[in-house]
């Protein structure tokens, strides 16, 4: 199995007037969400109807932790943790909650799973044919 990928053209924004260069940029499919992977493994419908539960039970309780400002770590698959922000100010104490602009929430992939981009093999995408 490999990773495909699509050529694309790029101009830089800071050079107007140079010429574009070409990039590789990976071809994704079609979205999966979570309720075509539970009917993918409908065959052990059981055992996912429970890791479903399991799954949407843990959501809220990452949720709520995120909320309360801890780190979640996810054993071998990622760490997720609240990031924010924020204007600057010349005092410390000119600066509260107010000054913060934007809050997200960082997601990291642990090593095994950033180990995998080692591993794919890379294929070209045939471009399009034109209609004849």
Not at 57 to 68: G, T, Y
Not at 70 to 78: T, Y
Not at 104 to 111: D, P, W
């Amino acid at each position: 199995m490999s990773v495909e990928f699509k050529v694309i053209q790029r101009s830089n924004p800071q050079a107007q007037s140079a010429a574009p260069f070409f990039y590789a940029m990976a071809v994704r499919g079609k979205a999966l969400d979570i309720d075509r992977l539970y009917e993918l493994n409908s065959a052990a419908l059981r055992y996912v109807r429970v890791m479903f539960t399991v799954l949407i039970r843990m959501l809220n309780i990452i949720l709520r932790e995120l909320k309360e400002g801890r780190v979640i770590r996810l054993a071998k698959l990622s760490t997720f943790a609240v990031s924010v922000s924020s204007s600057g100010h010349s005092t410390d104490e000119e600066v509260n909650a107010n000054s913060i602009t934007k809050a997200r929430i960082l997601y990291r992939a642990e090593k095994e799973l950033r180990d995998m981009l080692k591993l794919p093999q890379f294929k070209k995408q045939n471009p399009p044919r034109p209609a004849a």
